[in-house]
């Protein structure tokens, strides 16, 4: 089954950019969504098709796609930004949605 | 504005069975293909199952196929998951969320929203 590879944490200074990326073989060829998690919270969507943001979602979020890594861009991170961040995507060979480990960031 | 609430979560013995359910409001509830995703405790998200807008079309993740099963009233704007022979690694929330239209092209679209999610515990 597709498996979808992130690093367990990403540390950050308040102000610079953080990368999250998520790997998978040939990952250039599928549409990434990507979901912000908060401690005690259900998960929200912060990229979906790879870089595209729903309303309400902050500028300094961004992705992109290509290869075999899908990457999360927070620009100007912030405190408020802490939290843990899951890739996902539909794998149609086998009919199952796939979600990354995740990966917890933490803005210091 | 739409909205998503699970609830039947609770405590069950090793083998036992519970139902979920998960409230829609706010959009036409018909008209959306729906899934359950699980987060045990202090690990990452699990996807669990999928089901289209009329409920014709149902998907499982390969761990819990043949032990629960997706349905949906759409008279009465509810999802269902109904767990079977449930184990100690069923322990999780168990969230339910929208997908962004109804048919087998939505699934490659994300999810959104998410409701709380509903605590299942699975001990003796």
């Known amino acids: 089954s597709f498996v979808l590879t992130q690093p367990p944490s990403v540390s950050v200074a308040p102000g610079l950019t953080a990368r999250i990326p998520c790997g998978g073989t040939?990952?250039?060829?599928?549409?990434v969504h990507w979901y912000q998690q908060k401690s005690g919270q259900a998960p929200i969507l912060v990229v979906y098709?790879?870089?595209d943001r729903p309303s309400g979602i902050p500028e300094r979020f961004s992705g992109s796609n290509s290869g075999n890594t899908a990457t999360l861009t927070i620009n100007k991170a912030e405190a408020g930004d802490e939290a843990d961040y899951y890739c996902?995507?539909?794998?149609?060979?086998?009919?199952?949605?796939?979600f990354g480990g995740g990966t917890k960031l933490t803005v210091l | 504005e739409v909205q998503l609430l699970e609830s039947g979560g609770g405590l069950v013995q090793p083998g036992g069975s519970l139902r979920l359910s998960c409230a829609g409001s706010?959009?036409?509830?018909?008209?959306?293909?729906l899934t359950w995703v699980r987060q045990a405790p202090g690990k990452g998200l699990e996807w669990v199952s999928a089901?289209?807008?009329?409920?014709?079309?149902?998907y499982y993740a390969d761990s819990v196929k043949g032990r629960f099963t997706i349905s949906r009233d759409n008279s009465n704007s509810t999802l269902f998951l109904q767990m079977n022979s449930l184990r100690a690694e069923d322990t999780a929330v168990y969230y339910c969320?929208?997908?962004?239209?109804?048919?087998?092209?939505?699934?490659?679209?994300?999810?959104?929203?998410w409701g709380q999610g509903t605590l299942v515990t699975v001990s003796s």
């Open positions: 969320a929208k997908f962004p239209c109804d048919n087998t092209a939505c699934l490659g679209l994300p999810f959104d929203p």
């Open positions: 089901i289209s807008g009329s409920g014709d079309s149902t």
């Open positions: 098709d790879d870089n």
């Open positions: 996902q995507v539909w794998d149609s060979f086998s009919d199952h949605v796939v």
């Open positions: 706010g959009f036409t509830f018909t008209n959306y293909a």
């Open positions: 040939n990952l250039g060829s599928y549409s």
